[in-house]
């Protein structure tokens, strides 16, 4: 196998365990022609690469992925990976912070809509949705 293909292979991995299989699936049987290539651009290098550096546990960047989604106001993703702390381990008391830190570093109007996101996103989970 080459290191493209492994990194692949290690990125479809990471992303299933931190997105949720059925997230990964949806989105790779969604693709297009015009999306193929993004989608493996992405679990190649984005959660092949980067999400499996040895600097930073899984936790930690997830953590940094909710802040800086909230920064810079990517309220889809944001909320993507709001779900994804049920795989990642991050508490909801720990989100609470993250956007309280994020509020005074990148501006209240958009802590207030991530906390908005947040509040609608752990309901949904409370109630069994995705």
Do not use: C
């Not at 997105?19 to 651009?41: I, P």
């Not at 930073?56 to 953590?63: Q, V, Y």
């Not at 994020?102 to 949904?124: C, D, I, L, Q, S």
């Amino acid at each position: 196998m080459g290191m493209i293909a492994e990194l692949f292979e290690r990125g479809l991995a990471v992303r299933s365990a931190v997105l949720g299989r059925a997230h990964v699936e949806r989105s790779r049987q969604r693709a297009t022609a015009l999306t193929e290539d993004w989608q493996t651009f992405i679990t190649q290098y984005a959660w092949g690469d980067i999400w499996t550096r040895p600097g930073l546990d899984r936790r930690t960047r997830s953590m940094l992925t909710i802040a800086l989604l909230t920064a810079l106001g990517q309220e889809d993703e944001l909320k993507l990976h709001l779900r994804a702390t049920a795989n990642t381990g991050v508490s909801r008391d720990e989100v609470k912070e993250i956007l309280m830190h994020t509020a005074v570093y990148a501006g209240v109007p958009k802590a207030n809509t991530a906390f908005a996101h947040a509040r609608a996103v752990f309901e949904e989970m409370d109630k069994g949705g995705a």
